[in-house]
């Protein structure tokens, strides 16, 4: 498979040469599905002493592709926090930017061009920690946040407290830690609005929302409990931010 993936991305970067740009969206869309799919059938550990094994493995394996001493770097960095129980802050890891052209990886944007080939900083592709989440328009943004508790509370209707405390088939969270975690988000994200709204220019820190969900201490002792939690904050983050003008968003 690898050199069907090799061939193809050669194939689109030749066709992009010859602005064929629709040509080559396809074969780069191909490739980046076979490798996710490819990557999805890996089993890797879900503890921390297996992340932190399986992380010493890829930067061994990612030094010896010369991918750059700036990313070994910043991987390293990484690698140190999740060992120390926090989280990476950016200053360490920056987003990497990587030339379309010829495949050079930085982890500054600070050149114009590429050292490597000449191609204009424009053109690179950077990788951010959030890639999932595309920024939406006020009016849909507003919507998705009015519509998500209802779609919630559909879901969970029937849920009784003791189902909603079982571990799943894969010993992954419980729906109690997994309602437990988007109660936690939303809270950060309700706390993250107030201060960019009532603060000039706010510190925002990294939270570990992910790790909270296990810890039991002071929780809602019912699931309907840590719902009403939920919607009460999303209720007070929608207060704030319905009323915004759209110059200030």
């Given at each position: 498979m690898l050199d069907t993936l090799i061939h193809s991305l050669a194939l689109a970067a030749q066709l992009e040469d010859e602005g064929q740009f629709n040509n080559a969206k396809l074969l780069r869309a191909a490739c980046d599905s076979l490798l996710t799919r490819a990557a999805r059938r890996h089993s890797l550990p879900?503890?921390?002493?297996?992340?932190?094994?399986?992380?010493?493995?890829?930067?061994?394996?990612?030094?010896?592709?010369?991918v750059g001493d700036d990313l070994l770097t910043a991987l390293r960095h990484a690698r140190t926090a999740m060992a120390e129980g926090h989280l990476a802050r950016f200053a360490e890891t920056p987003d990497p930017?990587?030339?379309?052209?010829?495949?050079?990886?930085?982890?500054?944007?600070?050149?114009?061009t590429c050292p490597i080939c000449g191609a204009k900083a424009a053109t690179f592709n950077r990788f951010r920690a959030i890639y999932w989440l595309e920024a939406l328009d006020p009016f849909a943004a507003l919507?998705?946040?009015?519509?998500?508790?209802?779609?919630?509370?559909?879901?969970?209707?029937?849920?009784?407290?003791?189902?909603?405390?079982?571990?799943?088939?894969?010993l992954g969270w419980s729906l109690r830690q997994a309602l437990t975690h988007l109660r936690d988000a939303q809270g950060v994200l309700d706390q993250r609005v107030d201060r960019i709204l009532d603060y000039e220019d706010p510190v925002l820190e990294s939270k570990a929302v992910f790790e909270w969900a296990r810890n039991e201490a002071g929780q809602p002792p019912t699931l309907s409990g840590i719902f009403e939690s939920y919607r009460a904050s999303r209720a007070h983050t929608l207060a704030r931010l319905e009323h915004l003008p759209l110059a200030n968003w």
């Open positions: 879900v503890d921390k002493a297996g992340l932190l094994a399986e992380t010493d493995r890829a930067i061994k394996a990612l030094g010896a592709l010369e930017f990587v030339c379309r052209t010829c495949g050079h990886l930085s982890l500054s944007a600070a050149a114009n919507e998705h946040l009015r519509e998500t508790p209802g779609k919630l509370a559909d879901l969970l209707a029937d849920v009784s407290d003791a189902d909603a405390g079982q571990a799943s088939e894969d």
